[in-house]
Every structure is written in C-alpha cells, then in structure tokens.
C-alpha cells in the first residue's frame, strides 16, 4: 500500500477499539512469569545451552600484545574460550561506531576481547577472572571541557545560517548568553543485553533481546561474513531498550561465535558494568544559548551551539536538533561540535539530541522571559510558529503547542503558582513551579505485515515489530480487530521473528505509527482478498463487523470464508514524499511543582503533569505508561543521574544501579497526563504519532526551572545535586 497524500474521512475516525482504552493484552503473561525474554529460552534450543561469560578491556585506548588464557581453560567445567584475537578481520556493520569484536585494537574500556564458555555460569565467571591480558596503552582523550574551548566559535559550516544572527543579536532590545552543561546517560534498563546461539545446518539462530529485528540481521549477516538469509533473529519480548538495543551488540556476536566454535547452543549476557560501559550511552554535552528578543518579547535573534562526546566516525548527541524548529525567529545561527574521545560508544537513548538539547534550551527560554518580566508560558507562546523557521515555506503538518500550553497550565493551575522565586513557603519547604516545553519529530518507516486467517476466525498477526514494554501487542492486535471487525480477543499478535514480514521495529517514536499502518495495509489485502472470494468487485461495498462481513444480501462470517484452510496475505505500507513537503513533529508542556528544604536542600517533587499533541492516540492507557515513564526518566536526568568519567582510566566507574542513580518509587509524586484531540492526516493513515519520547523532553529544565522558583539559585549544569547550589540558599 502507498500512502502519498493525507489520509482522509476513514474508518479510525468512528472507531470502536483503536483509540479506546485497552489493557496491555501481553501483561498476564508478563505478570505471571510466561512471557519469557531473551536469556529465559530454555526451551528453544536442540541441545543443551552453555553458557558464556565476556570479558572486557580493562583499557580504553591501545592495543592487545598477548593473553594468556591456560590457566581458565583448566578450570573446572569450562568448554572452551573465543579471544577477540582469533578473529582479526572482522567487519563492522555501517550502524556500529566501535568493532563489536576481533582484533587486537582497543577503542575503549570494556571492550569485549574474549568470552568464555562453561557448563555454568558461575563457572565462566570465575574462569573469565583468571584470563591475563598484556596491553600497549595509548594516551586517550577524556576531556569535553578542553574540547569545547578549543572548538567553540567556529562557526564555518554556512549551512547553519539562517538571515544574520550577529547583527540581529546586537541590535535585539533584550539580550541572553548562557551555557548549561548535561551529563552523560546510561539507558539502565531492567533487562541487559542478552542472546542465545545456535547453528544449524549452517544456519544461525539468534535469540535476542533487540528493538530492531531486520537491522540485527543485516548487521549479525555482515559481522560473521554469511549470507543474510542464513541469520535467524527471534526477540518477542524486551524488557526496556531505550536506544541501546536499537543495533547489533557483542553479546549476540560472542554468542555466535562461541556456538559455532563448541558445536553447542551458547548464551551470553552483558554484566550490568558492561551494559554501562561496552554498549553504548547519552553523550555529555556543553551547550551555549544565545537569544535577543524585542521588548515585548518577540525573538528576533537566536542561537544554539553545542558539543558532544564521540568515538572516531561516530554523531554524538545532536543537542541543537530541536531549536531548528521549535521556535520562530528570522535570525538564526544553529552549530553543532564533535568531540572524539575514547570512551565507550556514544548512541541513540530514547529522545536523542531533544533530550539533552531541550535541557539546556528550556532553561534558557525561562531566564529570557525572566528577563523581559514575563509569564514563561506566554513567552513561549507568543514565539510559536507554523512554519518552519528556517524554511517558512514548509509548514508543521499539525502544530498545537500553543493549546497543550494553556491547556497543561489550566488545569495544573499555573495561574496561581509562585510567581517571585524564593517567596513561597511550606513550612521548612521553599515551593517551586516550573513549565518547559517538548519537541520531538513524528517520523515514519516502511513497515510490513502477514495475516493469517484461521477456520476458527482467528486472525493471526505476524510482523518483526517489536514490543519493548510499549504497548505494540496491543495497539497492532487493536488496528487489526478494527479494520476487520473482530473482537479483540479474536486477534493474535506475533511479534519480533526475522522470518516476519519487516516492520518499522522500536525507536526513534516512530514505531507505533509505522507498525500499525503497515497492520493496516495487510488488513486491507485481505479485505481485498475476501472480495474476490465473494465476487465482489468493489471492497468499498463490504462492511466488516461482529466476526461478519456484509454486502447487499450476502453475509457470512470470516471464519466461513476461511472453512478450506487458512487465508494468509502480506503487504506492507510505503510512505509517499510529499510528507517532506510539510514537517511532522508532536509538542508538548510539562509542569512541575516541588519543595525544596530551606535547611538541607533535598528537592522533593510533588506533582507533574504532561499535555501533549500527538495526534490519534492508539490506546489511552499504553500512550500514557509511556508518557509517565518518559517523565520518570526525566527526573533522573535532572536530578541524579550522571555517567561521570574517569579522565584516568577513560571510563564510567558508576557501572551499576547502586553507583549509577535512578529514580525510585519514593522519588515519584502524582502524575498526569493530557491528551489534545488532535489528528495529522499527513502522518498516517491512522493519522497518528508517536509519543514514547515526547514525554522525556522537557521535562528535566521544568524542574530546574521549578528549583529556580523556589529558590532564586539557578543552576545551568545537571543533575541538580546539592554540590551545585546548597551554599547559594536563602539564608535560615
């Protein structure tokens, strides 16, 4: 199916399940032990599992001169042992900044250089620690500081320009010049990167734990140098990716490459300190904001440079990536900085570049309306746009960020919050309010489906989707039952198997939108397919409802139709160009009130709560768990997360959940989420996006910027801890 032009009156305007409250139909099995993730396939194998441990390096720069490996090798149980120096040539697939494995060079510290395997895990383990490694150490750079002093300012790059920032900043009425600084980020999910091996027949079956099947594929194809159709990825259940499991990980390669060795199956996971420091995390970034704007507050000047932490060949974090369309004004000068460092890779964490950008941004927009004596909300709202600001003849597709603005503030009671910072007490509590804004992009992929029609009317859903705590079971198996008028309990989804049709996968918000669209296009196939059975030339004649289908005086159910076997049809959804014609993206406002002891410093929040447009929201409770856990992974960013570095030893010593920080139960107040009624015709045919990200951005400057209202300390670097204003206070 082609989608090339907006979607019209369809039948998801007057839907009965898509858009309707549904729990998640995968969260019995999860809750009950059933569901079971990528190191728990006990059963998938033909032989018995082994089982692999990795071993890193404990260098961050150089190379490897030798190791010595006999004395784990006569340890008891263990099988056998794959060194990275067994395998020199091995490629690197195009989405992979640092060698996965082979070779004796080191790009950073926990490195994957070898993996034992052993009857047991604790066997490998202990066998793992008797392995002696000889290095040729190289000096390294660890320094963003230093980077960022010696790059700031060079503003070559002419593309980066829109009008004449300089003299439009030296003329504005109003000016703002500030850096705000954000730390670096590991993804912390529950589950750690994990995979089961095994060959057959020359064949590779992987079971993973991976948000992007046909990538994992593609790139496990290249890394081990076989045909791709002799790679079989299965990941039907992940439990968090938030970016990390978006590529190929060297778990799954040791995996392979250690199966293939032993001739049995091998499993290997990631040690919680390799998750932080082998996969990859949020680069660290320094940014300088700059705005001028008229007396009544009306930006005529800005600008946004940033840097950010990269190993050789890799992006960073594109702080600047939101402000190019945010927010309007003629004069623009947009500039982003690499740092090459080696440190463990810098890559996608959920909301990439808006995340971290929005951080230093948002702050900036409240000191600027501090500034001209303004609301923060009405400033940013008077600074809407409609168009893109550097293109104003490409327009936003839908654009309510004004409305979810006043509509987060009325029913948050901005109105009535603390307006003179520092003056609102709780008793020892120093009461704070503080709003942001959110941007995130609304984009799309290609995406695929199979159906399978049974003689009983079930309708069975195969796609490689992914569900990494989402909602994807749901929302699909919702799209199907309401484009073919089943109930929901008569649609079963399969998800996250190579051998599926290509779907859109989880990241980057664009998975809901994708996945279901291409369910759609499949649904429609059969639509089709069912017409012809009944000689029907126009499908746009038959009705769909109740397990039936209808046209004229002809009516029989769908599991009639299917009496002689099952009915399968495939087709995917191709996304046209003229969605470049305008620019899709989603909006939002957070808000947030939080106390802060006049005595201690300690921050407790106390409520926040989201507005967000976003289009046709599939499913109100799963578009909100992902809302509220975004926002949950907001205020670990701006209030205790931080993958400091070693400059020593060039790596995170905070590599696990006890040293790396994040937010817990106590730490979470109430929460609430609002959804605009907004549709975009031109993002699908649901006429829907996504919102997994857009409930990140923002939220971590809406609590600086509460910080800074109940305090008058404002604080440019995260996290806010209280090495950064507790002797800036008021005074007891």
Known sequence: MQFNEPAGTNLFDSATVVGKKQTRIDGPLKVSGQAPYAYERHDVTEGKQLVGYPVGSTIAHGRITAMRTEAALAAPGVIDIVSTLDHPDMPKPDMNVAPLFGGDEIWHYHQAIAVVVAETFEQARAAAALIEVDYDVTEGSFDLEAAWAEQQGDYSDPDNRTGDFEGAFAEAEVTLDREYRTA????????????????????????????????????????????????????????????????????????????????????????????????????????????????????????????????????????TAQTRQFYAGDNRLIVTHLAEMHLPEANAMRAPGEAAGLMGLEIAMDEMAAELGMDPVEFRAINDTQVDPENPDTPFSERHFVEALRTGADAFGWADRNTAPGATRDGDWLIGHGVAGAYRGGPVMASGARLRLQPSGMLIVETDMTDIGTGSYTILAQTAAETMGLPLDSVEVRLGDSDFPVSAGSGGQWGAASSTAGVYAACFALREEIASRMGVNDVETLTFANGGVTTGDKQTTLAELATDGEIVVEDSIAFGDFRDEQVVSTFGAHFVELGVHALTGEIRLRRMLAACDSGRILNPITARSQVIGGMVMGVGAAMMEDAAVDHARGYFPAHDLAGYEVPVHADIPEQEVIFLDTLDAVSSPLKAKGVGELGLCGVAAAIANAVHNATGVRIRDYPVTLDRYLDQLPAV
């Open 184 to 319: 670096a980020h590991s993804h912390a999910m529950m589950e750690p990167h994990a995979s089961i091996a095994e060959w057959r027949d020359g064949k590779l079956n992987v079971w993973t734990s991976n948000q992007m099947i046909a990538w994992n594929k593609a790139s496990l194809a290249t890394t081990l140098e076989i045909d791709e159709d002799d790679v079989r990825v299965d990941s039907p259940y992940i439990g968090g990716g938030f970016g990390a499991k978006l590529f190929l990980r060297a778990d799954a390669v040791m995996a392979a490459l250690a199966a293939r060795k032993v001739g049995q199956p091998v499993k290997v996971t990631l040690p919680r300190p390799m998750v932080m420091n082998n996969t990859t995390h949020r680069a660290m970034t320094i940014q300088r904001i700059r705005i001028g704007t008229t007396r009544d507050g009306r930006i005529t000047a800005i600008s946004h440079e940033a840097i950010s932490n990269t190993l050789p060949g890799g992006t960073g974090e594109n702080a």
